[in-house]
């Protein structure tokens, strides 16, 4: 069974630019959730969704966002990029437990 | 709101030694705790999980028991590998309010084992 997918695993933008980061879930999982791990701040929440609502959302400004699609992937945008976001990004998808992706490593310059 | 302390690393161990990552949490409700591991320039593996009081999570001879009087989820290994070098996280997950389904992570330790 293939695990969870993310695309691309490196992603290079410079400051004020847009990056959208994708995330294919494990089969028949519905739930995708988005984590940033920046370096020396540990893994932080940044959103889930569930059958294409977003249910929560972590302590991050309304410049992420993302949405879910119909087969259930989903995609994470970051508008307006800061230098700050410069981070691993890892999707996990969900029946009960999270099994997490391999991460989007975004830098910004 | 919940939190996550894990024990302060970096730990460094000699191959076959026991292994110990504590993990103490605070949490509304009954939340769910879990284990994972990350290997160099990968995403997070879990390891292990326990979802009520009591119950001990296993794996590849890793350990850990859900505490609720001491509030704690401790890792063990009984004899460690080069190839368990990795940082370590542990995990809660509450079971409702506003901080339901996600994952609150310690800060996460990391392990190096040496031959």
């Known amino acids: 069974e293939a695990g969870v997918t993310q695309s691309p695993t490196h992603l290079i933008k410079t400051r004020g630019q847009q990056a959208t980061l994708r995330c294919s879930p494990i089969?028949?999982?519905?739930?995708v959730y988005w984590y940033q791990q920046a370096l020396g701040l540990g893994l932080q929440f940044l959103l889930w969704?569930?059958?294409?609502?977003?249910?929560n959302r972590g302590n991050f400004p309304p410049r992420f966002s993302g949405r879910q699609f119909p087969n259930y992937s989903s995609e994470l945008n970051v508008n307006a990029l800061e230098l700050e976001d410069s981070a691993l990004y890892l999707c996990?998808?969900?029946?009960?437990?999270?099994?997490f992706g391999p991460g989007t490593r975004l830098l910004v310059l | 709101g919940n939190s996550v302390t894990q024990m302060e690393g970096p730990v460094t161990l000699s191959e076959e030694a026991f292994l110990t990552i504590n993990c103490t949490y605070t949490?509304?409700?009954?939340?769910?705790l879990f284990w994972y591991v990350q290997y160099p320039g990968e995403g997070l593996q879990l390891l292990l999980k326990?979802?009520?009081?009591?119950d001990k999570g296993s794996n590849k001879g890793f350990e850990a028991t859900y505490r609720k009087e001491t509030t704690s989820f401790h890792l063990e290994k009984g004899s460690v590998q080069v190839s368990d070098s990795a940082v370590y996280f542990c995990?809660?997950?509450?079971?409702?309010?506003?901080?339901?389904?996600?994952?609150?992570f310690g800060q996460g330790t990391i392990l190096t084992v040496h031959p």
């Open positions: 949490a509304t409700g009954y939340p769910s």
């Open positions: 089969s028949g999982h519905t739930s």
């Open positions: 996990a998808s969900s029946h009960e437990t999270q099994y």
């Open positions: 326990a979802t009520k009081a009591d």
């Open positions: 995990a809660l997950r509450d079971a409702g309010g506003t901080s339901y389904g996600k994952l609150t």
């Open positions: 969704y569930d059958e294409g609502e977003e249910r």
